[in-house]
């Protein structure tokens, strides 16, 4: 009974802390815009295949050519391979990426008529596509609650103690449960933000952090007096 009674104690302290944090970190920035540039859900969700292993800045560099070549799923579907591969090579992974963007759009074509879906269940039937794309296309383009967890929000929801699990997933369901639903897409997008410019993982900058009162990460630099 005190071992429950505590950890709803637990949970609710989380909760309040997290309202915080979220309240602070928008005070560091207007908006929580993707960076990656897109005009419709379909180009989002190939920017965001691209952007695997590779920065947004580079991934814009190369959509405009893209979808200059390849403007919807039907014609990426038909895309020759080599001269796809060509188009996409600055973002690394080039090959793995040429066959999930023309396997995609495929299964766009045959399952739904060329148009991206807006569930989660039918977002990761496509192939390549798992929670993380699936979460950007639904907060970003169906605003619907959707918590984004890539490789910033699992490092800054793990320093500032908000989920102690490892797996994106688990992370994900972990922020699903201090945040209201309002929330969701704003928030992991804040985080996300958070941890590409400020909670770095090799040299985070710690003396300018919004948060630094309420991270609980053991590794944090001390501010100068």
Not at 94 to 115: D, E, I
Not at 173 to 191: N, Y
Request: aromatic share 6%; proline share 6%; hydrophobic share 40%.
């Amino acid at each position: 009974m005190k071992n429950r009674q505590l950890a709803i104690s637990n949970q609710q302290s989380t909760k309040i802390r997290a309202r915080r944090i979220l309240k602070r970190l928008r005070t560091q920035a207007p908006n929580t815009l993707v960076e990656l540039n897109y005009t419709d859900p379909f180009e989002l969700l190939v920017a965001t295949i691209l952007s695997a292993q590779c920065t947004d800045e580079r991934v814009n560099r190369v959509t405009p050519g893209l979808f200059a070549a390849y403007p919807g799923a039907r014609e990426l579907a038909c895309a020759s391979p080599a001269r796809l591969e060509a188009l996409i090579k600055p973002t690394g992974f080039y090959r793995n990426k040429a066959q999930h963007l023309v396997k995609c759009s495929q299964a766009l074509v045959a399952q739904f008529g060329g148009m991206v879906p807006k569930t989660m269940e039918e977002l990761t039937s496509l192939p390549g596509i798992g929670r993380k794309t699936a979460n950007v296309i639904l907060g970003a383009c169906f605003d619907a609650p959707a918590i984004i967890v890539d490789t910033h929000v699992k490092r800054v929801a793990q320093r500032l103690h908000l989920s102690r699990n490892s797996d994106p997933t688990k992370i994900e369901f972990d922020l699903q449960g201090i945040w209201p639903a309002r929330d969701w897409t704003e928030g992991s997008q804040r985080i996300l933000l958070h941890g590409r410019y400020v909670c770095l993982a090799r040299k985070p900058q710690c003396a300018a952090c919004v948060l630094y009162k309420d991270c609980q990460w053991e590794g944090k630099l001390l501010r100068p007096c």
